[in-house]
Structure formats: C-alpha cells, structure tokens
C-alpha cells in the first residue's frame, strides 16, 4: 500500500455512542456487541495514531440529528433513528467514542444522512485541501462506508477502505457490502495502513 500523505486523508465515519455502544440506542440492539466482538474500535484507534504520526489529514463524520431536518422519514432507517431518538443533536448519544474521538485542529462534519458528504462541506474541504484520495473506516459497513465510498468515486476520488476498520450488525451484512465495493475502491487493513505509513 503506497499512501502520499499530502493528498490523502482518512474519514472515521459513525462512530458515535449511539452507535457503537452495547448501551447506545442503536448498539444496544446487537450492534455494539458486534463491534466490541470484532475490536474495530481499537483498530480504528490505531489507523488514528498512525494517520496523526504521518501529520495526515484527520477526518471525523457523525450523525446529528435536530427536528425538521431530516432528509427523507419515508425511509426506514431515517424513520427508526427519528422514532429511537438516536444521534440528537448535541446530546450524549451523539458524542464520538472516546477511544476515536476527534482531536484539537480536526475536522468534525456532521450530517442527517448515509453519506458523509450529504448535505456537509466535506466534499468542498477536501478540495481546498488538495485531497484526492480517502482511507474509509466507521460503522456501518453497508450504510456510512458504503454509502461515502460510492459518492466518493463519483466525485472523484480514489477511495481506500480498511475491512477490518469497519463492522456491521452481522459479519455477512460486513462481507456482502465489501464484496459489493470491490469494484470501486481498494481494500486493505489497518495493520496495512499503519505499515506504509512507516
């Protein structure tokens, strides 16, 4: 893996109490446990120190939700995270995981949608930034990741994911949407990205 830092920066994507926690309103329904299982966490915690090592360009996108502005409620993961409450706006659920928690001086893009670059500035900071290419990692596998890294082909980009830096519900909803991306994007592991970056 031949990475140039200058053009390159990595996203954590989702990985938000709500969400990760065996106690959030989305983790504690199995997704959390699967998570701990997996140890993505910490394997994203380490593509963080090896990035931020590198002086590459840090990332995070999280879910905030707030009355009115979601995008589509006719859909039903839209619908489940209105009805659950999940992700709120400035409430605990919506903190990111200490272990993966933005830093002083990165960029924190906050969306109400699957992609992050739906409806956030991420697309127009990469640019100014003279980013062209992206290393993926976050929860869910087959909604946040997958749904980044397609907008993100389609807009240029040249995008990385590290499977073992993501996870899903289940290890099949994980594998399919890798599979599905295999077209698309290059995969590798975060003990691959920390290696080429040295």
């Known amino acids: ?13 989702d990985l938000q109490h ?3 926690s065996t106690e959030g309103k989305f983790g ?6 699967a998570i701990a299982e997996a140890g993505t966490l910490n394997r994203v915690a380490a593509a963080l120190a090896a990035a931020r090592a590198a002086d590459m360009e840090v990332i995070h996108v999280g ?3 707030r009355d009115g502005l979601m ?11 209105m009805e659950s409450g999940a992700c709120r706006a400035g409430g605990e659920g919506a903190e990111f995981a200490p272990e993966v928690a933005p830093i002083d001086g990165e960029l924190v893009v906050m969306k109400a949608a699957v992609s992050g670059f739906a409806g956030t500035e991420l697309d127009a ?6 980013i062209r290419n992206l290393v993926l990692t976050g929860v869910m596998t087959n909604f946040v990741v997958e749904g980044t890294a397609r907008q993100g082909v389609d807009q240029g980009f040249a995008v990385t994911i590290l499977r073992d830096g993501c996870a ?14 295999e077209m698309l994007t290059a995969q590798e592991t975060v003990a691959d990205f920390v290696t080429a970056l040295g």
Do not use: K, W, Y
């Not at 504690?28 to 446990?33: E, F, I, V």
């Not at 995008?71 to 995270?81: D, E, K, T, W």
């Open 1 to 13: 893996m031949n990475i140039d830092v200058s053009t390159t920066a990595l996203l954590a994507m």
């Open 18 to 20: 709500d969400i990760v």
């Open 28 to 33: 504690a329904g199995g997704l959390g446990a």
């Open 63 to 65: 879910v905030a939700i």
């Open 71 to 81: 995008p589509n409620i006719s859909a039903g993961l839209f619908a489940g995270v």
């Open 125 to 130: 900071h990469l640019r100014n930034r003279g």
């Open 168 to 181: 899903s519900a289940t290890e099949d909803m994980h594998n399919f949407s890798l599979t599905v991306l």
